[in-house]
């Protein structure tokens, strides 16, 4: 990745945005892709890092940049419908600002150049949303250029011996000629063919 290297994160927020809107309560219990997380605590994470990768682009430094995500389980409050939306507005027009993708910052804690945060922030979006729709049941396509980017990043880091063959987990293996959706998904350490009725 360059500090040249910009894309508008709103189309894929705002799909987050919209799977998250179509959450109903009885599902926020229900299995999610993630290892012991339901998908209240998937929703708490997408929070979470929404927070920790608007700051990230703001250069913002602090609480929400440097915790890391894996220290406590994620969980959601009452006012989680009008927050989570807000936030991954405020993450989208924070990486609207060609300052953010230069320079250096943090997120969880990691070092991270903005070029490189930002795509980590993309990447978390489209797998998570992945995540989101398919424990709830609904349909998903998206942003091509987010899902491009996240392609790209998990392949790297699949081919990184240094990463240990994955981001999230070990690499699924999918048919080359398979969706790239279904490639960056088993790219992730995810199964595309799972479903919350076979756990």
């Given at each position: 990745?360059?500090?040249?290297?910009?894309?508008?994160?709103?189309?894929?927020?705002?799909?987050?945005?919209?799977?998250?809107?179509?959450?109903?309560?009885?599902?926020?219990?229900?299995?999610?892709?993630?290892?012991?997380?339901?998908?209240?605590?998937?929703?708490?994470?997408?929070?979470?890092?929404?927070?920790?990768?608007?700051?990230?682009?703001?250069?913002?430094?602090?609480?929400?940049?440097?915790?890391?995500?894996?220290?406590?389980?994620?969980?959601?409050?009452?006012?989680?419908?009008?927050?989570?939306?807000?936030?991954?507005?405020e993450l989208a027009e924070?990486?609207?600002?060609?300052?953010?993708?230069?320079?250096?910052?943090?997120?969880?804690?990691?070092?991270?150049?903005?070029?490189?945060?930002?795509?980590?922030?993309?990447?978390?979006?489209?797998?998570?949303?992945?995540?989101?729709?398919?424990?709830?049941?609904?349909?998903?396509?998206?942003?091509?250029?987010?899902?491009?980017l996240s392609y790209g990043?998990?392949?790297?880091?699949?081919?990184?011996?240094?990463?240990?063959?994955?981001?999230?987990?070990?690499?699924?293996?999918?048919?080359?000629?398979?969706?790239?959706?279904?490639?960056?998904?088993?790219?992730?350490?995810?199964?595309?063919?799972?479903?919350?009725?076979?756990?």
């Open positions: 990745m360059t500090g040249t290297t910009t894309l508008d994160l709103g189309p894929q927020t705002r799909i987050v945005a919209h799977l998250a809107d179509r959450v109903t309560d009885d599902q926020l219990s229900a299995p999610t892709p993630c290892p012991g997380m339901a998908v209240r605590n998937l929703l708490g994470h997408l929070l979470g890092l929404a927070a920790a990768f608007r700051d990230a682009g703001r250069k913002d430094l602090g609480p929400t940049t440097d915790t890391d995500p894996a220290a406590v389980l994620p969980d959601i409050g009452p006012g989680w419908r009008e927050e989570l939306p807000k936030v991954l507005a924070a990486w609207r600002d060609p300052a953010a993708w230069t320079g250096e910052t943090r997120a969880g804690g990691v070092p991270l150049t903005g070029a490189e945060a930002g795509v980590v922030a993309v990447d978390e979006l489209v797998i998570h949303g992945w995540d989101l729709a398919r424990s709830t049941d609904q349909s998903y396509e998206p942003d091509p250029l987010a899902l491009q990043m998990l392949l790297a880091a699949a081919d990184d011996p240094s990463r240990g063959g994955g981001i999230f987990g070990p690499v699924v293996p999918v048919p080359d000629d398979a969706p790239l959706l279904d490639r960056a998904v088993g790219l992730s350490g995810r199964d595309p063919q799972w479903r919350p009725s076979a756990v």
